[in-house]
């Protein structure tokens, strides 16, 4: 069962029962500061405090990880008032311990000990929890917060080539409307996919198809005026990508490095993996040779650098260059499996 949408921290792993331990001791110390009645800390009082601490976050902790499940069930109440209820016996069996064993007292002073060290848990367990709570919102809202930045950001993604693919298209009806028929369905998985705005990772070799759906396009168009070089290392076919990323390169590289050229050029697509990265470059012919951008080309470059920022961080790199006249994109992503979402197994 997935029990990520669970508000408590999974205390299976060791990062969380870590920092559970360095807050408590911290409280510990507090308590231990404040009880002295001489001196700056009761030592006797922090050790021994500390010890029962220890106990019940561990046991408390590894009864949580092992319920984990059947808590990710229940509502929020019901789950919030089952771990108070563990944390407070668990608390209760170790008083019992502590006062019969290692300090035994008797009577009504034994039971007030125990009441305090029930009402000091509830109290602890509250606060803890309510931080649990509010931290787990917060991230759902910086999650729907993202989705929806990326979701914006790939909506504005509009093929530049729609109006000339059509008249290219209602020019082919006629002559060859075989052709017609293939390039209609090129340009409506074009546009299916940057209407599929649930997808936020996709396999490598479905934006390469995307990308050839386009390129046959362009190439009704332009004809030998464009041609194409692909380098395409191996084992990369499941290697995630955004949606939609690769294909506004290519697109920009038509428009800006080819379509102004009489005699046309060649675009170069090289893919390969280097370490823990994958790098794609995209590269064209730059007619303009004074080093300006135009805006419509820097607009494209700044959506696919927000989009790549937002899923990766830092790691993902969008580079872009001009040499001997010809104009160089990179993109730099994390080698990631897009079905696994992890990082995938590299012979040595």
Not at 68 to 74: G, K, P, T, V, W
Not at 96 to 105: E, G, I, K, S, Y
């Amino acid at each position: 069962m997935d029990t990520s949408n669970f508000y408590v921290p999974d205390l299976c792993r060791v990062r969380a029962v870590f920092l559970l331990l360095v807050t408590s001791e911290v409280l510990v110390l507090l308590l231990a500061v404040v009880q002295a009645s001489s001196g700056w800390i009761d030592w006797n009082y922090f050790g021994l405090l500390s010890l029962f601490v220890q106990w019940t976050t561990l046991t408390s902790a590894a009864l949580i990880c092992l319920l984990r499940q059947r808590l990710a069930r229940m509502s929020v109440g019901r789950a919030t008032i089952s771990i108070v209820l563990i944390v407070l016996l668990d608390v209760l069996a170790f008083s019992l311990f502590a006062d019969n064993v290692l300090h035994p007292q008797e009577g009504i002073a034994a039971w007030h000990g125990i009441a305090k060290k029930l009402l000091l848990a509830l109290l602890i367990i509250l606060m803890v929890l309510r931080y649990f709570y509010l931290q787990h919102q917060w991230q759902q809202q910086r999650e729907a917060e993202m989705q929806a930045h990326l979701t914006a950001l790939q909506a504005r993604i509009q093929p530049h080539f729609l109006f000339n693919s059509m008249n290219t298209i209602a020019s082919l009806i006629a002559s060859n409307p075989d052709q017609a028929e293939e390039a209609v369905l090129d340009l409506s998985e074009l546009f299916r996919a940057s209407l599929r705005t649930g997808d936020q990772l996709i396999p490598l070799s479905r934006e390469l198809d995307l990308c050839q759906r386009y390129l046959a396009i362009e190439a009704l168009r332009l004809g030998d005026r464009l041609t194409l070089q692909w380098d395409l290392s191996p084992g990369l076919d499941n290697q995630a990508i955004p949606p939609l990323t690769l294909q506004p390169l290519l697109e920009n590289a038509i428009y800006h490095g080819i379509q102004p050229l009489k005699e046309g050029g060649e675009v170069r697509v090289e893919v390969k993996a280097q370490g823990d990265f994958v790098y794609l470059l995209v590269q064209n012919p730059n007619p303009e040779h004074n080093g300006t951008e135009h805006q419509g080309n820097r607009i494209a470059l700044a959506n696919i650098q927000s989009r790549l920022h937002a899923l990766f961080g830092e790691p993902a790199v969008l580079k872009r260059s001009q040499h001997n006249g010809i104009y160089t994109v990179t993109l730099r992503l994390p080698r990631l499996d897009a079905n696994t979402r992890k990082t995938p197994t590299r012979r040595t």
